[in-house]
């Protein structure tokens, strides 16, 4: 049984020594996000939405910081198809979602506005040319996307879910963070 000594740099960046090998672990940009309070997550309350109703939407409000999209989480209570969209340039109307952030001790805000049953956006119930997946969910469906920061947002741009069927229960919730350009 060997003993592993763990090294942290200045960079935040760890190794693990042991007797017979150096491990140097990088941390993702997701990780140093969530140590500098740059991390956040949005939870929808679980409502009843019609059809093409935007469960939750975020948009990054940060003139200097694009926002990097990290997890979707999407459930129904009811069958039916999901829309995951981008759209830049509207004025959300909705309930108001504030982003927790990841850090319990940071009291950094999000630089994000964030609305549930948001109803003003202009790829709602259309075609959605900018959507980054589309699937079906099953009854009391459940799915995440872990998109590891893949979806990056800049300023004025949201994302956002809609459900294109009724249902009676629903919610999203939107994990990411921020980043310098």
Not at 31 to 41: M, R
Not at 50 to 74: C, F, K, W
Not at 95 to 124: F, H, I, M, W, Y
Not at 164 to 181: E, H, L, M, P, W
């Amino acid at each position: 049984m060997s003993e592993t000594l763990t090294i942290i740099g200045p960079s935040g960046s760890t190794a693990a020594v042991s007797s017979n090998a150096l491990n140097v672990l990088m941390k993702s940009d997701f990780q140093k996000a969530v140590e500098d309070g740059d991390a956040y997550s949005w939870s929808s309350l679980t409502y009843d939405p019609d059809a093409n109703d935007t469960i939750l939407a975020v948009e990054n409000n940060s003139a200097t910081r694009d926002l990097y999209i990290q997890e979707i989480h999407i459930q129904t209570d009811a069958a039916g198809q999901h829309v995951v969209f981008t759209a830049s340039g509207d004025t959300m109307t909705g309930t108001a979602v504030t982003g927790t952030n990841l850090n319990r001790n940071s009291s950094n805000a999000a630089p994000a506005t964030a609305k549930c049953d948001e109803t003003d956006n202009a790829e709602q119930g259309a075609t959605y040319p900018t959507r980054f997946y589309t699937g079906l969910l099953a009854n009391d469906g459940s799915i995440c996307y872990t998109v590891n920061g893949s979806i990056i947002l800049p300023n004025d741009h949201h994302i956002a879910v809609d459900l294109t069927s009724a249902a009676t229960a629903a919610n999203v919730t939107i994990i990411g963070y921020f980043k310098d350009r």
